[in-house]
């Protein structure tokens, strides 16, 4: 079992800046491939970003491209999304989540290929 505790949500102005962590104990987090995700009010849970084990390998969603990154420092059991310039449309709860054993981490933008999954984080951008 795998805990995942995001932190980093808020409120933002508009082409402001936020980062999110997600943050786990023990030994077993460089192992996995990590993700974030997000869900909007009345919309389906949708993919952001994915980050490989060492963290040399990343891959976004359309929307995230050029303004979002995704990193990782596995010394300290943690991941980041480092948020530049978002905009009101990105307002959501914001999930990290583990990508499951046996998948390939870099196409996983599905909810179901990921294992374990933090209680996400809420950002809110104003305009």
């Known amino acids: 079992q795998v805990q995942l505790v995001e932190s980093g949500g808020g409120l933002v102005q508009a082409g402001g800046s936020l980062r999110l962590t997600c943050a786990t104990e023990g030994r077993t987090f460089s192992s996995y491939a990590m993700g974030w995700f997000r869900q909007a009010p009345g919309k389906e849970r949708e993919f952001v970003a994915v980050i490989s084990k060492n963290g040399g390998v990343t891959n976004y969603a359309d929307s995230a491209k050029g303004r979002f990154t995704i990193s990782r420092d596995n010394a300290k059991n943690t991941v980041y999304l480092q948020m530049d310039s978002p905009q009101p449309e990105d307002t959501a709860v914001y999930y990290c989540?583990?990508?499951?054993?046996?998948?390939?981490?870099?196409?996983?933008?599905?909810?179901?290929?990921?294992?374990?999954w933090g209680q996400g984080t809420q950002v809110t951008v104003s305009s």
């Open positions: 989540a583990t990508v499951r054993s046996g998948t390939y981490y870099y196409t996983a933008r599905s909810s179901n290929e990921y294992e374990y």
